[in-house]
């Protein structure tokens, strides 16, 4: 398991004790270097950059040892003083990775520079307008304030979740908001910036950061791999390579939310969905992306003839609708399929479908009283 894992698992118990005890065995200096990262990441300092903001500097604090890291918002530092946040790593690591109700801020302190600032303003040296803006941030993040809405997120990452192109973010927060304090495996396929193996990531990011305690996973046909990061793992695979698909499963485990966002091609989308779609877990969600590309001929393959047909997106979708109901078929007509029983709900909007893992087999009363009225043979 790695260090990330490790100290999720920890801070999934709300115990400050057990996670004191995890950063012990992990090593101080390498989980404070984790959770600077994840602190930065989470800040997004750059857009309070270049205003005068002064640097914030936080120190971390674990069994009498001290880990020290200076946000700096002026590429030359500024000239004021530093604000000064002191924690100690357990809290802080429950503030970042548990439930929102194990955040706190107990052992927190932070010194502003007053007296400085008094000086200054003594000597006629003008105040800088806005120079609180990083400190702000550092708090936000470690009090869980730093809780943007996904269509800010996808602006900020630059993934066309949402734009010119795609709207998609409202509607995956309509069903991804309820998760948002869940602890969870997040798979996307379709890492982003096709042949340059350094290009992408984009949406990864922006589940990373809307997600504070889940573990996001993209796979992609280009080896992505450089763009990995704490919280971000990346495989190399084909979507249409059902093994491929396995072997990604075997390493990250079952997810709680799988999003194609491959190759957009009827038979790969169907080929994923018929691998993946058996280790989602239950109440997970499946999500298919611009499924308008499965129209298309150029570049997807794709037909406007027979939209019926199971090959077609647009068919294979339907039959959700069939095995939704398949406890209400009177005759046999209908061959049963395995996902009768696991699929609970279909949503399709504008371009994007969203398939619902659970248990689909509540009987039906109605259905067995009409079989009494059917004519019975010989
Ligand atoms: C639309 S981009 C993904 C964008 C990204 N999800 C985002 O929102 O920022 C599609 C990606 O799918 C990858 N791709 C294309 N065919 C694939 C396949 N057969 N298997 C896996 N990935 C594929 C491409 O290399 C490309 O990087």
Same mark, same amino acid.
């Given at each position: 398991?790695?260090?990330? %894992?490790?100290?999720?698992?920890?801070?999934?118990?709300?115990?400050?004790?057990?996670?004191?005890? $995890?950063?012990?065995?992990?090593? *101080?200096?390498?989980?404070? @270097? &984790?959770?600077?990262?994840?602190?930065? *990441?989470?800040?997004?300092?750059?857009?309070?950059?270049?205003?005068?903001?002064?640097? /914030? #500097?936080?120190?971390?604090?674990?069994?009498?040892?001290?880990?020290?890291?200076?946000?700096?918002?002026?590429?030359?530092?500024?000239?004021?003083?530093?604000?000064?946040?002191?924690?100690?790593?357990?809290? $802080?690591? &429950?503030?970042?990775?548990? !439930?929102?109700?194990?955040?706190?801020? %107990? $052992?927190?302190?932070?010194?502003?520079?007053? #007296?400085?600032?008094?000086?200054?303003?003594?000597?006629?040296?003008?105040? !800088?307008?806005?120079?609180?803006?990083?400190?702000?941030?550092?708090?936000?993040?470690?009090?869980?304030?730093?809780?943007?809405?996904?269509?800010?997120?996808?602006?900020?990452?630059? /993934?066309?979740?949402?734009?010119?192109?795609?709207?998609? #973010?409202?509607?995956?927060?309509?069903?991804?908001? !309820?998760?948002?304090?869940?602890?969870?495996?997040?798979?996307?396929?379709?890492?982003?910036?096709?042949?340059? =193996?350094?290009?992408?990531?984009?949406?990864?990011?922006?589940?990373?950061?809307?997600?504070?305690?889940?573990?996001?996973?993209?796979?992609?046909?280009?080896?992505?791999?450089? &763009?990995?990061?704490?919280?971000?793992?990346?495989?190399?695979?084909?979507?249409?390579?059902?093994?491929? &698909?396995?072997?990604?499963?075997?390493?990250?485990?079952?997810? %709680?939310?799988?999003?194609?966002?491959?190759?957009?091609?009827?038979?790969?989308?169907?080929?994923?969905?018929?691998?993946?779609? =058996?280790?989602?877990?239950?109440?997970?969600?499946?999500?298919?992306?611009?499924?308008?590309? +499965?129209?298309? +001929?150029?570049?997807?393959?794709?037909?406007?003839?027979?939209? $019926?047909?199971?090959?077609?997106?647009?068919?294979?979708?339907?039959?959700?609708?069939?095995?939704?109901?398949?406890?209400? *078929?009177?005759?046999?007509?209908? #061959?049963?399929?395995? /996902? @009768?029983?696991?699929?609970?709900?279909?949503?399709?909007?504008?371009?994007?479908?969203?398939?619902?893992?659970?248990?689909?087999?509540?009987?039906? !009363?109605?259905? %067995?009283?009409?079989? +009494?009225?059917?004519?019975?043979?010989?």
């Amino acid at each position: 398991m790695n260090r990330i %894992d490790t100290l999720l698992d920890a801070a999934e118990t709300r115990s400050a004790d057990i996670v004191a005890a $995890t950063i012990s065995a992990i090593g *101080f200096e390498s989980v404070a @270097d &984790l959770l600077f990262q994840e602190i930065l *990441f989470r800040a997004r300092i750059d857009e309070v950059a270049g205003h005068g903001h002064a640097a /914030t #500097t936080l120190i971390l604090v674990h069994a009498g040892h001290k880990a020290e890291f200076t946000v700096q918002a002026e590429p030359r530092g500024g000239d004021l003083p530093a604000v000064v946040i002191t924690q100690d790593a357990a809290e $802080t690591i &429950l503030a970042l990775y548990g !439930p929102r109700e194990s955040v706190s801020a %107990d $052992t927190r302190t932070v010194c502003w520079p007053g #007296t400085e600032l008094a000086q200054r303003a003594w000597a006629k040296k003008p105040l !800088p307008g806005r120079w609180a803006g990083s400190p702000q941030r550092i708090l936000d993040v470690l009090d869980r304030r730093d809780q943007e809405n996904l269509g800010r997120l996808a602006v900020y990452y630059g /993934t066309d979740k949402w734009g010119a192109a795609h709207r998609y #973010t409202p509607r995956y927060e309509q069903h991804l908001g !309820p998760l948002r304090d869940r602890r969870l495996t997040i798979l996307e396929i379709g890492v982003g910036g096709y042949d340059d =193996p350094q290009s992408g990531g984009e949406s990864l990011r922006m589940w990373k950061h809307y997600f504070p305690r889940a573990v996001v996973c993209g796979l992609d046909i280009v080896d992505k791999r450089a &763009l990995a990061e704490p919280r971000i793992s990346i495989f190399q695979a084909d979507q249409s390579d059902r093994d491929s &698909l396995l072997a990604v499963i075997d390493e990250i485990g079952r997810p %709680d939310v799988i999003i194609d966002d491959g190759s957009h091609v009827s038979a790969h989308i169907i080929a994923s969905f018929q691998a993946l779609f =058996p280790s989602l877990r239950q109440d997970g969600l499946y999500f298919i992306e611009d499924l308008q590309a +499965a129209l298309w +001929a150029p570049v997807f393959g794709g037909s406007e003839d027979d939209l $019926t047909r199971p090959d077609h997106a647009f068919g294979f979708l339907k039959q959700f609708i069939d095995g939704l109901h398949h406890e209400e *078929f009177l005759g046999d007509s209908r #061959t049963a399929v395995p /996902t @009768d029983q696991e699929v609970t709900a279909l949503h399709v909007y504008h371009n994007l479908a969203v398939i619902e893992k659970g248990r689909n087999a509540d009987g039906s !009363p109605s259905a %067995d009283l009409m079989r +009494a009225f059917m004519p019975r043979n010989g």
